[in-house]
């Protein structure tokens, strides 16, 4: 179908899908889920991270997010799973939490890379469920695009929703995907791609942050680092999955009608909170 659909031509399975979506992406945050499964505020969770360890996590958020999109993308087979094994990497999360939680901090930069691995992976799973075709750059950019929609933005910024951060990274990933057909590949110290990996390594810093400060909360910490891990990567999952069934449903009815109806769900949803 083309984007002269109107929204009343929507099935109603897709539209529930369309809505389950919105559930996925607008929902509460990844630290709000930690203190809603903790018992404590969310300002605890989010201010109990020391700033010199604050300091250290970009660059190791860069490098995990550059060395996973490779592996998670060449290692993925050609075929998609008839279901995503998302509670099998959940458990594997959970075991790579498990281990570096007998270490601390200092096994961060060894955790993080393996965690981050198997959540592309979980991620190009759930894209090649929902109709991608990861041998195309714009659908293995899109995987890592999910990194950027787990965060939700602080107060004193209005990008406070999925399309509004989807429309500013839509920015990088084109200037990239146009470099890589000028050139034939990727330079990653091209600006364009340094800009556009920034933009998703700011975001999933922010929920990287968080992980960090519930292991080293009191309460989260007693639950060990398996239960965060497991927790992380069920978020991501589910930003995962409400993007790639947004994306699905925009190539069948246009992404104008998709846009307009999701619109509409997420002000509902909005207001229902408020009231």
Same mark, same amino acid.
């Given at each position: 179908m083309t984007d002269d659909v109107t929204l009343f031509a929507i099935a109603p399975a897709d539209d529930a899908a369309l809505k389950n979506a919105v559930r996925?992406?607008?929902?509460?945050? #990844?630290?709000?889920? $930690?203190?809603?499964?903790?018992?404590?505020?969310?300002?605890? *969770? =989010?201010? #109990?991270?020391?700033?010199?360890?604050?300091?250290? =996590? @970009?660059g190791l958020v860069r490098k995990a997010v550059m060395k996973g =999109?490779?592996?998670?993308?060449?290692?993925?087979?050609?075929k998609p799973p008839?279901?995503?094994?998302?509670? #099998? @990497? @959940?458990? $594997?999360? &959970? *075991?790579? &939490? &498990?281990? @570096?939680?007998?270490?601390?901090?200092?096994? !961060?930069?060894?955790? !993080?890379?393996?965690?981050?691995?198997?959540? !592309?992976?979980?991620?190009a799973e759930i894209a090649q469920h929902q109709g991608e075709d990861l041998a195309t750059l714009e659908a293995r950019l899109a995987c890592l695009e999910v990194f950027a929609y787990g965060a939700k933005p602080d107060a004193d910024n209005i990008d406070v929703g999925y399309y509004a951060a989807r429309a500013l990274i839509s920015k990088y990933t084109h200037d990239v995907a146009a470099l890589a057909l000028e050139r034939g590949a990727i330079d990653a110290s091209a600006p364009v791609v340094a800009g556009f990996v920034s933009e998703i390594v700011s975001r999933f810093g922010l929920v990287v942050s968080d992980k960090v400060a519930a292991g080293a909360l009191p309460v989260l910490g007693a639950l060990g680092g398996a239960t965060v891990n497991m927790i992380f990567m069920d978020h991501f999952q589910r930003i995962a999955q409400g993007h790639f069934a947004l994306r699905r449903l925009e190539r069948r009815y246009g992404s104008a009608n998709i846009r307009a109806r999701y619109d509409e769900l997420a002000a509902r949803k909005s207001d229902a909170l408020r009231h």
């Open positions: 996925q992406l607008e929902g509460r945050n #990844f630290a709000a889920r $930690l203190a809603d499964y903790a018992g404590v505020p969310v300002h605890r *969770v =989010l201010g #109990f991270l020391p700033k010199p360890v604050n300091r250290q =996590l @970009s =999109l490779e592996v998670a993308v060449d290692t993925r087979d050609e008839r279901t995503p094994a998302i509670g #099998f @990497s @959940s458990f $594997l999360a &959970g *075991v790579t &939490g &498990g281990v @570096s939680g007998l270490f601390g901090f200092g096994a !961060l930069a060894v955790e !993080l890379p393996m965690t981050t691995t198997l959540m !592309l992976r979980a991620i």
